[in-house]
């Protein structure tokens, strides 16, 4: 008899885990294509890690898009969000979020405009936080892909947000030969791909909406022909979130008092407006 069976402890599931150990190892010395497949069993027993927000119910970790018509200020909210997240206090006037570094890819902006607009955002007499970084320039694709994947892998265990405003001045030239929704999904999946690699993190793309109006707002995401004929997969072959703006925001001095109707929606999030 066992020392186990002596003291009455169940180890069933311990032993089962190391088989499927000792099984995953075998297939992969033998080049097996299932080498990674689970089954109902395992998957059942995993706990995984609460799912972690930059906003609280709004801004998921993980790729999210933010979406609304040209100069409706998008970029004055992901700046307000990302100076709240970089001090760790209230966005977007209500809701308490937890303190994370930032990475601002201000790729429309210029130095002078950004301190206008984070001045403008705290108000009399604060300093805009340390915790916030920003970047103006990147001569490439290539590059602004590098510098947000180094940022996320160096600051990893701190949860960091990383804001790309805007995505299209990150987006590398389609191939003449490459159709259009597997070139934007190839995209959305390497950054999906970056930001997933360092749990916790988020990084929220700013995108425009198509100028045709849309009674879903999905369907408002601009897009080639095709994406808008298969509608929903257009938006969401990348970004597990995706925010939409379709009125200005108040953050602008000249727009200010406006009301903001905003629609989200996404694997992390229930449909919402």
């Given at each position: 008899m066992?020392?186990d069976e002596?003291?009455?402890?169940?180890?069933?599931?311990?032993?089962?885990?190391?088989?499927?150990e000792?099984?995953?190892?075998?297939?992969?010395?033998?080049?097996?294509?299932?080498?990674?497949?689970?089954?109902?069993?395992?998957?059942?027993?995993?706990?995984?890690?609460p799912?972690?927000?930059?906003v609280p119910?709004?801004?998921?970790?993980?790729?999210?898009?933010?979406?609304?018509?040209?100069?409706?200020?998008?970029s004055?909210?992901?700046?307000?969000?990302?100076?709240?997240?970089?001090?760790?206090?209230?966005?977007?006037?209500?809701?308490?979020?937890?303190?994370?570094?930032?990475l601002?890819?201000?790729?429309?902006?210029?130095?002078?405009?950004?301190?206008?607009?984070c001045?403008?955002i705290?108000?009399?007499?604060?300093?805009?936080?340390?915790?916030?970084?920003?970047?103006?320039?990147?001569?490439?694709?290539?590059?602004?892909?590098?510098?947000?994947?180094?940022?996320?892998?160096?600051?990893?265990?701190?949860?960091?947000?990383?804001?790309?405003?805007?995505?299209g001045?990150?987006?590398?030239?389609?191939p003449?030969?490459?159709?259009?929704?597997?070139?934007?999904?190839?995209?959305?999946a390497?950054?999906?791909?970056?930001?997933?690699?360092s749990?916790g993190?988020?990084?929220l793309?700013?995108?425009h909406?198509r100028?045709?109006?849309?009674?879903?707002?999905?369907?408002?995401?601009?897009?080639?022909?095709?994406?808008r004929?298969?509608g929903?997969?257009?938006?969401r072959?990348?970004?597990?979130?995706?925010?939409?703006?379709?009125?200005?925001?108040g953050?602008?001095?000249?727009?200010?008092?406006?009301?903001?109707?905003?629609?989200?929606?996404?694997r992390?999030?229930?449909?919402?407006?």
């Amino acid at each position: 008899m066992s020392d186990d069976e002596l003291t009455g402890i169940d180890r069933t599931d311990e032993l089962l885990e190391l088989y499927a150990e000792d099984q995953r190892a075998q297939a992969i010395n033998n080049g097996s294509l299932l080498a990674d497949m689970f089954n109902g069993t395992w998957l059942d027993a995993q706990t995984f890690p609460p799912l972690q927000y930059a906003v609280p119910g709004i801004i998921p970790e993980g790729f999210g898009l933010l979406v609304s018509p040209p100069k409706a200020g998008k970029s004055w909210l992901v700046c307000a969000i990302g100076l709240a997240c970089a001090a760790g206090g209230i966005a977007l006037g209500a809701i308490s979020v937890p303190k994370r570094p930032v990475l601002y890819m201000a790729l429309e902006d210029g130095e002078r405009r950004l301190q206008t607009r984070c001045q403008t955002i705290m108000g009399a007499g604060q300093k805009i936080p340390g915790g916030i970084h920003f970047i103006t320039h990147a001569d490439t694709s290539a590059i602004a892909f590098g510098m947000l994947v180094e940022f996320l892998t160096a600051r990893h265990h701190d949860k960091p947000l990383v804001i790309l405003d805007t995505l299209g001045r990150a987006k590398p030239m389609r191939p003449p030969s490459m159709d259009p929704y597997q070139f934007d999904y190839k995209v959305g999946a390497q950054l999906k791909a970056a930001v997933d690699a360092s749990p916790g993190a988020t990084l929220l793309a700013v995108y425009h909406t198509r100028k045709a109006e849309s009674a879903d707002f999905i369907d408002a995401v601009s897009g080639t022909p095709r994406h808008r004929r298969i509608g929903r997969l257009r938006a969401r072959a990348g970004p597990q979130t995706t925010q939409h703006r379709s009125l200005p925001l108040g953050h602008r001095p000249r727009r200010g008092g406006e009301r903001i109707r905003a629609h989200g929606a996404g694997r992390a999030l229930a449909a919402r407006r």
